[in-house]
């Protein structure tokens, strides 16, 4: 299963919402994706899981939806610490990364 | 609390071989997958390994068969990737990671330079 992210850079300023794709080549088993946000210089942090479900500790800005083979990531109101790169990922058939979307400041 | 470390990373030649461990803390090791994943420098995420709990199954990214074997001591918290004949794409920081609800924790990364 390929994962295609987009767009690639997101240019945004704090307090903006920022809408993240990722599309599968074939439909995700179970909606087993993922959602990861990766600063730079340390390990990626889990943010959603099961297409929707927010991962512990993480602020209710973060959302995701989508199901079968388009999922979304929403982060609403964009804090200066939200900057960052952000992977989907699929778990349902073996595994695979998209390819990243970097989500920048204006 | 759960950490994950990694250790073992370095310079090594082409063709060469190196041994990755992660010693994990703060859960019951034996009740999780456990996988290895890669990023080359200024790329992205790549799987490269994951084992089940007890062992008995294993997989591997596509360029990963063959070259990289996977493996856990449940008695050491200790999960491994034995790496034979790298190459200089093998490059990269490693991490291993508990796969729980997707791959919930993370260590902070082992680099590997494979360069002559």
């Known amino acids: 299963v390929a994962l295609t992210q987009s767009p690639g850079t997101l240019s945004l300023s704090p307090g903006e919402r920022a809408t993240l794709s990722c599309r599968a080549s074939?439909?995700?088993?179970?909606?087993?994706l993922a959602w990861y946000q990766q600063k730079r210089g340390q390990a990626p942090r889990l943010l959603i899981h099961g297409a929707s479900r927010r991962a512990t500790g993480i602020p209710d800005r973060f959302s995701g939806s989508g199901s079968g083979t388009d999922f979304t990531l929403t982060i609403n109101r964009l804090e200066p610490e939200d900057f960052a790169v952000y992977y989907c990922?699929?778990?349902?058939?073996?595994?695979?990364f998209g390819g990243g979307t970097t989500v920048e400041s204006k | 609390q759960v950490q994950l470390v990694e250790s073992g990373g370095g310079l090594v030649k082409p063709g060469g071989s190196l041994r990755l461990s992660c010693v994990v803390s703060g859960f019951t090791f034996s009740d999780y997958y456990m996988a290895w994943v890669r990023q080359a420098p200024g790329k992205g995420l790549e799987w490269v390994a994951y084992i089940t709990g007890n062992s008995i199954y294993t997989n591997y990214g596509d360029s990963m068969k063959g070259r990289f074997t996977i493996s856990r001591d449940n008695g050491k918290n200790t999960l491994y990737l034995q790496m034979d004949s790298l190459r200089a794409e093998d490059t990269a920081v490693y991490y291993c990671?508990?796969?729980?609800?997707?791959?919930?924790?993370w260590g902070q990364g082992t680099p590997v330079t494979v360069s002559s």
């Open positions: 074939q439909s995700v088993t179970g909606n087993y």
């Open positions: 990922q699929q778990y349902g058939a073996s595994l695979t």
């Open positions: 990671a508990r796969w729980g609800v997707a791959f919930d924790y």
